[in-house]
């Protein structure tokens, strides 16, 4: 039974118009990740929570925006994607954030941008 | 320079092959290593943690030289269903829990 679930599994969305990418858990996992995976280069974090704690990677443009109402959901937003935006999304949970904590992910959502 | 850098390949292998990626990574605070396993638009799947001491799971070892922040993982016997991108992952330091991931290096194991 997935744990770590993402919907949709494949999105298309027009240049310019807001998207919303989700992910829930039923691990009760204190933290969620996301990550952006352009084609054929590696996985990129662009922000966390720990709880309702929220971590933006320093890179990470201002586009791109996330959400945890509960300890279950998270959702990526981006308000205004460009052609670059194009990727698999990856959501992710750990327990803690220590080391050798296991990282769960989710099966991704992949964006086209048209 | 890149935090983790791997030799993108790809490696194409006979079955029954042995083949061996390796992977530097230049925080000498990272503390934890691992390599995961990536198949065509899936999600990475952890393969194996990775430990100074070096560490067995089967046809697989991975070791970790931390003089020389440098990471291997050896494969022996190759199977068909072992073609896929194996991603070299470091743990950063301190509390955050973030991984920070290599290209990845594209295995193709032929018949």
């Known amino acids: 039974d997935a744990m770590v679930i993402q919907n949709p599994r494949y999105q298309v969305t027009q240049f310019g118009k807001p998207v919303t990418l989700s992910c829930s858990q039923t691990?009760?996992?204190?933290?969620m990740y996301w990550y952006q995976q352009k084609s054929s280069q590696a996985p990129k974090l662009l922000f966390h929570?720990?709880?309702?704690?929220?971590?933006n990677e320093a890179d990470t443009p201002d586009n791109f925006q996330s959400r945890r109402p509960n300890t279950s959901f998270c959702f990526l937003d981006i308000r205004s994607p460009g052609l670059g935006d194009a990727a698999m999304y990856l959501c992710?949970?750990?327990?803690?954030?220590?080391?050798?904590?296991?990282?769960?992910f989710g099966s991704g959502t992949q964006l086209s941008v048209l | 320079r890149k935090e983790v850098e791997q030799d993108p390949g790809p490696f194409n292998v006979p079955e029954g092959a042995t083949v061996a990626f390796n992977c530097t990574y230049s925080?000498?605070?990272?503390?934890?290593f691992f390599w995961y396993r990536q198949d065509c638009r899936k999600e990475p799947k952890l393969l194996m943690s990775?430990?100074?001491s070096g560490n067995e799971d089967g046809r697989f070892t991975a070791q970790l030289n931390r003089a020389s922040q440098y990471i291997s993982l050896l494969i022996r016997d190759s199977k068909l269903s072992d073609s896929a991108t194996y991603l070299c992952?470091?743990?950063?330091?301190?509390?955050?829990?973030?991984?920070?991931f290599g290209q990845g290096t594209t295995l193709q194991v032929k018949p």
């Open positions: 992710a949970t750990s327990r803690e954030r220590v080391i050798n904590e296991k990282l769960f």
């Open positions: 925080n000498s605070a990272s503390q934890s």
């Open positions: 990775v430990y100074s």
């Open positions: 691990l009760n996992h204190n933290v």
């Open positions: 929570y720990y709880d309702k704690d929220f971590n």
């Open positions: 992952v470091v743990m950063e330091g301190g509390n955050t829990g973030k991984l920070i």
